[in-house]
């Protein structure tokens, strides 16, 4: 029996590349218990109404909800259409393994009530995909249909899966003619983390080849764009092993930062960051960092860059962790355009976020104001975590008094995957909330203040 904990916080890949108990790895398993559930947002009290709930009679409120499995997580940040309406990919599981594993997407409007405008029930759950996997991230077009990324699973080996829906939740079959395509370059272990769309239509995927660095540019119709690097893949060997790509962004000028980080000396105890700088055509930009590459080692455990993002001045805030075997710290790092750390931040460039013992990081998201947001766990007591933080990378001690919250949703483990920031100012965060071996997609509302 595989403790939760380890299934939901501390699992290498849950998210992507995370520290586990054992070390750096891959931990992609999962528990074979199983019960039915409703396909509908409930409360921990049955007798409260579908939508948000109030949490510990505070201003922030909360929903969890099945999406038909025993293990339902949220794994992409929330994306927020024009009309208001948001949008949830991730994954629900019923058996052990990676063939238990189905896509799912979830979309709700702004009350918390499922849209049942989204195929027809406001969940998809594998629909339209004769295979197994799970989604990471999601990304939202400019004419709100959305991109899925994520991985296909087989017994022997994995595909970097990429779905495109329509607004009704449908496949798009204008992408690739099915509205889905898997990638595998490789042959072997392929896996997609994130993915960006181009002003122009088109697609970065980015993740792992046969473990390496791989980025994808797909064309809007799901084709592979031979512009990129000849066959629309570019893959860098770092020289370390496990490499993986689990953030991408693109700078106004169309070159293209992927972050990650990669095993040291083919170990799983300890891990580096890792940020590549692409030209437009897929080559290595020399001008960042004289090389196109950069590493940074913080304190000799398990260094990960999970996300990042590109401020208005072209700076790249990238979110992760660094966890040795048994406490962790939320990670913060700033860079300057040329690939070095920026210095105006907080310490170094580095700020070290540990409010608990194990203290995770998974997502970052820019605020219109510049703020930064931090979605994670409190690994120690098993809540979900937001913190927030001014430009100049110190806690913001107007986000609850102290620059962090956590959300206990009755005493399982429980997570934020990512936070995004609604047009009313109030932040909405996702991820999974459990109660004894079960999971459940878990959504909670805060105001701006963080209450």
């Known amino acids: 029996m595989i403790p939760l904990l380890t299934r939901l916080g501390r699992s290498a890949f849950t998210l992507g590349f995370l520290c586990s108990v054992t070390g750096c790895g891959l931990d992609e398993s999962r528990n074979s218990d199983s019960e039915p559930l409703q396909h509908a947002p409930r409360a921990p009290n049955a007798s409260m109404p579908e939508g948000f709930y109030t949490l510990d009679g505070d201003r922030a409120s909360f929903m969890l909800f099945s999406v038909g499995a025993s293990y339902d997580v949220a794994r992409s940040i929330p994306v927020v259409d024009s009309e208001g309406r948001i949008t949830l990919a991730g994954s629900s599981e019923t058996e052990s393994g990676n063939n238990g594993s189905k896509f799912a997407a979830v979309r709700f409007l702004h009350t918390g009530a499922l849209d049942t405008s989204f195929f027809t029930s406001g969940i998809t759950v594998n629909s339209g995909l004769a295979t197994f996997g799970l ?70 995927v980015s993740g792992s080849g046969n473990g390496q660095f791989l980025v994808y540019r797909l064309h809007a119709s799901g084709t592979a764009d031979t512009s990129f690097h000849t066959d629309g893949r570019a893959n860098t060997d770092l020289g370390q092993s496990d490499q993986a790509a689990l953030a991408i962004v693109e700078q106004t000028d169309g070159r293209l930062v992927a972050l990650g980080a990669h095993h040291i000396g083919g170990g799983i105890t300890a891990a580096d960051f890792q ?34 993002v590109i401020q208005s001045d072209g700076k790249v805030v990238m979110g992760g962790q660094v966890a040795s075997m048994f406490d962790g710290s939320a990670l913060l790092v700033r860079m300057d355009t040329d690939g070095n750390l920026d210095t105006s931040f907080f310490t170094g460039g580095v700020h070290k976020h540990q409010p608990f013992t194990l203290t995770q990081g998974f997502r970052v998201k820019l605020q219109t104001d510049g703020l930064i947001l931090v979605s994670g766990q409190d690994g120690t007591n098993g809540d979900a975590y937001i913190g927030r933080y001014v430009t100049s990378g110190n806690l913001d001690t107007s986000f609850k008094t102290i620059g962090y919250t956590t959300a206990d949703y009755g005493g399982g483990q429980d997570l934020f995957y990512g936070v995004t920031v609604l047009t009313s100012g109030a932040l909405l965060a996702a991820g999974a909330g459990s109660t004894s071996l079960k999971a459940q997609f878990a959504v909670a509302r805060f105001a701006t203040d963080g209450t």
């Open 135 to 204: 989604y990471y991230a999601l990304v939202l077009q400019t004419d709100s249909r959305t991109v899925a990324v994520g991985r296909k699973s087989t017994e022997s080996a994995a595909d970097i899966a990429v779905s495109r829906y329509f607004t009704d939740g449908a496949l798009d079959t204008g992408f690739n003619t099915t509205g889905f395509v898997a990638l595998n370059p490789t042959g072997n272990a392929d896996i997609g983390y994130a993915g960006v769309i181009r002003t122009d239509g088109r697609i970065y």
């Open 275 to 308: 940020a590549v700088r692409y030209h437009t055509d897929g080559s290595l930009d020399t001008g960042f960092n004289t090389t196109g590459m950069k590493t940074l080692s913080l304190d000799g455990g398990c260094d990960s860059v999970l996300t990042a």
